[in-house]
């Protein structure tokens, strides 16, 4: 994931925590919750040129990278320790 890419995905995160917080992901339909994100991806297709569809394939590729790495880093903390606790395996992966 480049910089720029990095920049993307922490920017529609950071909006999703506040656009989405008061609503179960598991009750809501996922095309309700991408309406609700619809402004910051149309803020960032104007800013880079790209069409909103390009900015919505890039958010969910870059969101699925960011899931098999945070796995990866759980699964070696795992490995590495396998007698720790939960806790002291959460702390590292902060």
Same mark, same amino acid.
């Given at each position: 994931? /480049?910089?720029?890419?990095?920049?993307? *995905?922490?920017?529609?995160?950071?909006?999703? @925590? /506040?656009?989405?917080?008061?609503?179960?992901?598991?009750? /809501?339909?996922?095309?309700?919750? *991408? @309406?609700?994100?619809?402004?910051?991806?149309?803020? *960032?297709?104007?800013? /880079?040129?790209?069409?909103? =569809?390009?900015?919505?394939?890039?958010?969910?590729?870059?969101?699925?990278?960011?899931?098999? =790495?945070?796995?990866?880093?759980?699964?070696?903390?795992?490995? @590495?320790?396998?007698?720790?606790?939960?806790?002291?395996?959460?702390?590292? *992966?902060?």
């Amino acid at each position: 994931m /480049t910089n720029e890419e990095q920049k993307i *995905l922490n920017r529609i995160n950071a909006y999703a @925590e /506040t656009a989405l917080a008061d609503i179960d992901p598991q009750k /809501t339909p996922v095309s309700s919750q *991408l @309406e609700t994100l619809k402004p910051v991806m149309e803020e *960032l297709s104007k800013e /880079t040129g790209k069409s909103i =569809e390009d900015i919505f394939i890039l958010y969910m590729d870059l969101a699925s990278e960011a899931a098999v =790495e945070a796995e990866k880093q759980l699964q070696a903390a795992l490995e @590495e320790d396998e007698n720790a606790n939960f806790s002291s395996i959460a702390n590292r *992966l902060n």
